[in-house]
Structure formats: C-alpha cells, structure tokens
C-alpha cells in the first residue's frame, strides 16, 4: 500500500546508474528526480538528459518532480526523455489546467505539488484532472531539511476530499520523510513517500529504505 520513491537528489551523482539500481532492488517502488532551475528554488540540478540516461537501466516508474518557472517549455523534452510522472508546483502555474492537459497529452501522469504554505483551495478545481497530489514538507530547494508538521492536517483534509468525491489520485510527500515522520503522514491517508537523505545518506540503503516503508504500514 505504501510507496517509497528514493529521491537521487542525495544520491552519489558520479554514479548515478548504480544508486538508481540499488535502491531498485532494495524495493523502491518509483525513483524521484527532482528538478531545480536556480529560479523557483535557489538550486540548480538536473534536466531531461538525466532522466533519459536513467531511463533504460530502470524498470521502475520516473517520478519527475519540476520546481521550476515555466514548466510548459520543457514538458515536452521530459515527456520524451521518459517520465512517468511529470509533477508541477501550483505556485509555478499560471495556466495550471493547461499545463496538466499538456503533460497528460505526452501520455504522462500528471501531478500538482502544493509549498508547505499553499492551501489546498488552490487545487479544488482540478483534482478530477490529476493523478497524484504531492505535499511539500519541506521548502523545495535541498535535501535534507527538517519535515513541517503543520503539512500533516492538509494531507488529512485533501484525503477526506478525494474519498468523498470518489476519486483515484495518489498522495505523495516529499521532504524530511524518515521513520519517524512517515506515520502520521501515512495516516493521514498519504501513500507515496520521497525519502532522500533517509536513504542514499544511511550504510545500509535497503535497511534503511525497508525501516521507513514499515513504520508507513504500521
Ligand atoms: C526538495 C526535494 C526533495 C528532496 C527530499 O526540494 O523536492 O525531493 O530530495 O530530500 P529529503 O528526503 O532529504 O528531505
Ligand atoms: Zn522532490
């Protein structure tokens, strides 16, 4: 039921291809590529060359995670390159209806990503139009920062939403996601879990990648 999506953000990135294997044979059900611009965020990172150079050494789902301006103008490029999920900030979006009929016209999965403060009225309106809805527990831009409890009742009240409305659109979070944070996230009735830090920064990847989706099913 739970979901892990290893973000390679904190992976060794000179050996890009074996971090993505190891975490595949680990159980990871998704690899998270996040993308930053060095405009929406204060970081720059990686474009579709990384997605398709990882494209055929996985047979698990790519997880694109766009914090940049603009998104429309690249879209196309990692659709192509090949994500299966292409997600895009709803801070980012001045046309965001456009946009998730753009990337669901590539045959890709779309998703809307909400910041920590950005309430969820602002995606009212198009939830029958996604598949995943992904909270920012963290503010966008590094690996490795705290996770924001206050995050958790939005995660909750999107959930109570989705099942009133009969809906079938995954909750991803993403950022500070460890064993701990996982519960009452995974409670809240969240089912797709990014974990960075918590994994490519631990000895034991799979230990550590096997810890955190149990403490989610708990
Ligand atoms: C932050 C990124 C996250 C990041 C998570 O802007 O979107 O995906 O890699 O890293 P951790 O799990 O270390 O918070
Ligand atoms: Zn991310």
Redesign the pocket.
Known sequence: MIKIAP?I??ANFAKLGEEVKEVEAAGAELI?I?V?DGHF?P?ITMGPIVVEALRPITTLPLDV?L?IENPDAYIEQFAKAGADYITVHVEACRHLHRTIQLIRSFGVKPGVVLNPHTPIESIQHILEDVDLVLF?T????????K?ISSVVPKVEALSNIIKERGLNIDIEI?????EETIVPCAKAGATIF??????Y?QADRANALQRIKAAGEA
Do not use: C, E, K, T
């Open positions: 973000s953000l904190s998270h996040d930053m965020v970081n995670h914090m920012m963290v503010n966008p831009g590094f690996g490795g920062q996770f993403d950022g500070g996601i460890n990014v974990a960075g830090s918590a994994i920064n």
